[in-house]
């Protein structure tokens, strides 16, 4: 009997797939740590959030609400949404796997762009499809791409808008394009993750395209602005078809109840949120200015990151660059996964570590910033 007789064995594909692997959370100095490598708000979390997790608390016996109902009818009053067309999932992460376990077998395609969420790959291969990588332009999604890749196979098409990890977007013009060019059985996935920092007049998440079609679903997240990365809460707004299909795979009680009373708390506190934009606004401004005065290029972002290229010189590269701060306690993130091996993802800290990284690096361009 031969060894792959002998023991449990994956279906084809499922050993080819790269594992995620998360931004690092250690520096390889002894003193204080900055974590800017996974895109967490340095504010935190709404104290209202913090004060309905330990409301719960008292009642851990209790399975929580299957339905997430508190927190579907909170996202539905924000957003004036029916709440039967809104699925809350384990992170946005467990909904956009969910889609592609659903919508996606073998012989079937589904469309990223080069620079993608790493995530989106992953659940295509693991479902037995394949990936059909597109050029983006200028680090942006491409629609002509996206839309010259379409073919009988395909079945799903993801995008982030905005997109990690470079920070850019496509106005909403181009976002109704690209849905008007895709056949009606074609389903378009808009992962708005970042939606909450977007302060552009020609942006949208994609609430009205969903409302007005069958084949549109917008994921959002509470990982990112709400500060609830611990927690793992997204939502999905869809069609009820594409909702009913969703309900019938998902865990029973996907959402436990600290995390479904905290995001209800945190999605009310408008307040919270304001601050938590004008904050990062300030800061996305700074940094990029900043950092292009060293002779660095950023590329500029309308999230909560900066993607922040280096010299292709010996000893000036993204990699010495990150062992550099790495040593000094600012940790960022490397990107070579995405396609760019010469680059660093930045998020926007609390000021101690913004600052810090720009004397940081500074000292390592050996060079002195332009501005104040």
Same mark, same amino acid.
Not at 92 to 119: K, R
Not at 220 to 236: D, E, P
Not at 310 to 320: L, N
């Given at each position: 009997m031969s060894e792959l007789m002998t023991k449990p064995t994956p279906r084809p594909g499922i050993m080819d797939i790269a594992a995620y692997v998360p931004g690092k959370s250690h520096g390889t100095g002894a003193g204080k740590v900055h974590k800017l490598s996974s895109n967490e708000t340095p504010l935190g979390p709404s104290p209202k959030a913090v004060a309905a997790i330990q409301a719960v608390a008292e009642h851990l016996e209790l399975y929580p609400d299957g339905q997430s109902s508190a927190l579907r009818e909170a996202i539905a009053a924000k957003y004036g949404l029916n709440t039967s067309n809104i699925i809350c999932g384990n992170g946005?992460?467990?909904?956009?796997?969910?889609?592609?376990?659903?919508?996606?077998?073998?012989?079937?395609?589904?469309?990223?762009?080069?620079?993608?969420?790493?995530?989106y790959k992953i659940q295509i291969l693991a479902n037995g499809a394949t990936p059909v990588t597109v050029k983006e332009?200028?680090?942006t999604v491409d629609v002509d791409a996206i839309l010259a890749a379409v073919t009988e196979r395909t079945k799903i098409v993801f995008i982030a808008n905005p997109a990690n990890p470079t920070g850019t977007y496509i106005p909403f013009s181009e976002v109704r394009r690209l849905h008007a060019g895709l056949p009606s059985n074609v389903l378009l996935v808009l992962d708005a993750a970042y939606a909450e920092y977007v302060r552009r007049n020609d942006y949208e998440a994609g609430l009205e395209l969903v409302a007005e079609n069958g084949n549109v679903v917008m994921t959002?997240?509470?990982?990112?602005?709400?500060?609830?990365?611990?927690?793992?809460?997204?939502?999905?707004y869809g069609p009820h078809d594409i909702i009913d299909a969703l309900e019938r795979v998902r865990g029973p009680f996907n959402l436990n109840a600290p995390a479904i009373a905290a995001a209800t708390a945190a999605v009310k506190d408008d307040a919270f949120t304001r601050a938590a934009v004008d904050f990062n606004t =300030?800061? #996305? @401004?700074? /940094?990029?200015?900043?950092?292009?005065?060293?002779?660095?290029?950023?590329?500029?972002?309308?999230?909560?990151?900066?993607?922040?290229?280096?010299?292709?010189?010996?000893?000036?590269?993204?990699?010495?660059?990150?062992?550099?701060?790495?040593?000094?306690?600012?940790?960022l993130r490397a990107v070579a996964g995405y396609g760019f091996p010469n680059a660093l993802r930045m998020s926007v800290g609390v000021e101690e570590a913004?600052? =810090?990284? #720009? @004397?940081? /690096?500074?000292a390592f361009l050996g060079r002195e910033a332009k501005t104040a």
């Open positions: 946005s992460d467990e909904l956009l796997g969910l889609l592609a376990h659903i919508y996606l077998g073998h012989g079937d395609e589904a469309i990223i762009t080069e620079h993608g969420f790493l995530v332009k200028d680090q959002r997240t509470f990982s990112k602005i709400y500060g609830l990365a611990a927690l793992r809460v997204g939502w999905l =300030g800061w #996305i @401004e700074r /940094l990029t200015s900043e950092l292009t005065a060293l002779g660095l290029t950023v590329t500029p972002s309308v999230t909560n990151f900066v993607l922040i290229h280096f010299p292709d010189e010996d000893g000036k590269r993204a990699a010495d660059a990150d062992r550099y701060l790495s040593e000094r306690g600012y940790i913004n600052l =810090g990284v #720009i @004397e940081a /690096l500074k």
